[in-house]
């Protein structure tokens, strides 16, 4: 658990306060402009009778069946915005655009109640099949579209719509090119006749209930916090020291041109985690504790990286931590004993 004594002073005043009593609105915050850029998307797209409304939560989401979107609450402050980057991984324009098109698919599917007709069950699966957060996704299965990190569509049929309408959505993501001769076309054929036959069509279900909402939050920041990264899976123990001294080949008594492992990857963390969820699958919490432990190893074992051979470096952490976590897809675990 890192400490929350290294926050800035201004970030340190608002850890003991409810998230409720910080005066938390989507309106007029930094997230107001996605929002609206997600509508506009909608428009040009022609789906003009409904915009999915959007509000201030602990998490993304759409509750089961409800057409509206959660958003998470730090991202409509910018201390919170600092704290969750030092805690977490902060989202950029990016994902914040890539997570609000995989929601509004999720909204769209439970305005229009798609996922009770014969077609949508048929393309993708039964609406009701459990969840499974660990699922085993099958890497480039061209039965899905790629969106979100981690195969996030073979994750369930909801998803699977989801993801779908996401990258239909996203401009200039040139589908029918990308898309051609795959099984998954038909499902984004389908997005687009469904477009057109509903976009005029005032949805079944114009409005939504709420999960918890920021008005809601009674916990404090500095426990809401904690009690997310007390549930974080752990990749245990990891033998990782001979593997790491390997990589990091520099004599003891070199002084010129070097400088700490640790450095170089803590610039690359968040790339490192990114590529590693979206080509893996492995849950990124996961991906991230890994990646951290390989950090703080490189740390106490005090490696160093030649400054000339950085780019092999970062290439060879890249491929040793992907064998690592393709281990935990096939056997459940990153190292065998």
Same mark, same amino acid.
């Given at each position: 658990?890192?400490?929350?004594e290294k926050?800035p002073p201004d970030?340190?005043?608002?850890l003991?306060?409810p998230i409720r009593?910080l005066?938390?609105r989507?309106e007029?915050?930094p997230?107001e402009r996605?929002?609206?850029?997600l509508?506009?998307e909608?428009d ?6 409904f915009?999915?409304k959007?509000?201030?939560?602990d998490?993304w989401?759409?509750?089961?069946g409800?057409?509206? @979107?959660?958003i998470?609450?730090?991202l409509?402050?910018p201390k919170l $915005? ?7 991984d902060?989202e950029?324009?990016r994902?914040?655009?890539m997570y609000?098109?995989?929601? $509004? ?8 109640q798609?996922?009770?007709t014969?077609e949508?069950k048929?393309?993708?699966g039964?609406?009701?099949?459990p969840y499974?957060?660990a699922?085993?996704? @099958?890497p480039?299965?061209r039965?899905?579209?790629r969106?979100?990190?981690g195969w ?9 719509f ?5 990258v239909?959505l996203?401009?200039g ?5 990308r898309?051609l001769g795959w099984p998954a076309m038909?499902?984004?054929?389908y997005v687009?006749?469904m477009a057109?036959q509903?976009?005029k ?10 999960d918890?909402t920021?008005?809601?939050m009674?916990?404090?920041v500095?426990?809401?916090?904690e009690m997310?990264m007390s549930q974080?899976p752990s990749?245990?123990d990891?033998p990782?020291?001979t ?6 080949k520099?004599g ?9 492992a $640790? ?6 963390r968040?790339s490192? @985690?990114?590529?590693?969820t ?5 849950q990124?919490p996961? @991906? ?6 390989i950090? $703080?190893r490189?740390t106490e074992?005090?490696?160093r ?6 780019k092999?470096?970062l290439?060879?952490?890249?491929v040793?931590a992907t ?11 990153f190292?065998q004993?």
């Amino acid at each position: 658990m890192r400490a929350f004594e290294k926050a800035p002073p201004d970030v340190q005043e608002i850890l003991t306060k409810p998230i409720r009593d910080l005066g938390l609105r989507l309106e007029g915050s930094p997230l107001e402009r996605f929002v609206q850029q997600l509508y506009r998307e909608l428009d040009r797209k022609g789906l003009k009778k409904f915009h999915p409304k959007c509000y201030l939560s602990d998490e993304w989401g759409c509750p089961s069946g409800e057409p509206v @979107i959660g958003i998470p609450f730090y991202l409509a402050d910018p201390k919170l $915005a600092r704290l969750e980057k030092e805690m977490n991984d902060l989202e950029d324009s990016r994902q914040i655009m890539m997570y609000l098109r995989h929601e $509004a698919g999720h909204a769209i599917n439970y305005a229009y109640q798609l996922y009770k007709t014969p077609e949508w069950k048929v393309l993708f699966g039964p609406y009701r099949k459990p969840y499974r957060d660990a699922y085993r996704p @099958i890497p480039f299965s061209r039965r899905f579209v790629r969106h979100m990190e981690g195969w996030y569509a073979q994750k369930h049929p909801d998803e699977d719509f989801a993801e779908t309408f996401a990258v239909w959505l996203t401009p200039g993501s040139r589908w029918r090119k990308r898309y051609l001769g795959w099984p998954a076309m038909d499902k984004l054929l389908y997005v687009n006749r469904m477009a057109r036959q509903f976009g005029k069509t005032d949805p079944l279900r114009p409005r939504g209930r709420t999960d918890i909402t920021v008005e809601e939050m009674e916990t404090t920041v500095k426990d809401f916090y904690e009690m997310a990264m007390s549930q974080e899976p752990s990749p245990g123990d990891l033998p990782l020291d001979t593997d790491l001294e390997d990589i990091f080949k520099v004599g003891p008594r070199r002084k010129n041109g070097v400088r700490p492992a $640790a450095d170089l990857l803590h610039e690359n963390r968040k790339s490192l @985690i990114d590529k590693l969820t979206y080509w893996t699958g492995v849950q990124r919490p996961l @991906i991230r504790k890994l990646v951290e432990s390989i950090e $703080a190893r490189v740390t106490e074992l005090n490696l160093r990286a030649d400054v000339k051979q950085e780019k092999e470096y970062l290439t060879e952490i890249t491929v040793y931590a992907t064998a690592l976590a393709m281990n935990y897809v096939t056997r459940g675990k990153f190292v065998q004993s």
